[in-house]
């Protein structure tokens, strides 16, 4: 349970630049590295955001090429495997996406994995630190 002592140690903790888990639960999966999810900040006080996973590019649903939404399709379906709707999972390294109403995040699974190392260890993905992205059609 998050109580607001947590919270706020949460807060205090990335601010110094710690390492934070943050619980959330699974909403919707949106594509292979984007999801919806609730985190529940106190007993009454729960929000809803799209999290991009960190530090991993998948292919995009409305891909340039059959090839490119194919892998994005497969990605997605991945993810969905990984951390199905319901399920409890953590978020940790959170900061500001650039599209508001969406954060970034390392995203660890039920038992602990990385869910953005799964994607890009099964080749779903790829390592990605910002800047421009390569395409993924030949």
């Known amino acids: 349970m998050v109580t607001k002592i947590a919270v706020t140690f949460c807060v205090i903790s990335m601010l110094a630049g710690v390492a934070c888990a ?43 090429c059959a090839h490119e939404i194919e892998m994005a399709n497969a990605a997605r379906q991945r993810l969905g495997e990984l951390i199905p709707v319901g399920t409890d999972i953590e978020l940790t390294n959170i900061t500001d996406d650039k599209y508001l109403g969406r954060i970034d995040a390392n995203v660890l699974d039920a038992t602990g994995n990385d869910v953005g190392k799964i994607l890009i260890n099964e080749k779903l993905g790829r390592a990605y630190n910002g800047g421009h992205r390569a395409g993924w059609c030949d």
């Open 22 to 64: 943050t619980p959330a639960t699974v909403g919707y999966i949106i594509d292979g590295d984007t999801f919806s999810a609730t985190v529940k900040l106190d007993d009454d006080i729960r929000i809803s955001v799209r999290v991009r996973i960190r530090n991993v590019d998948t292919p995009e649903i409305h891909g340039q």
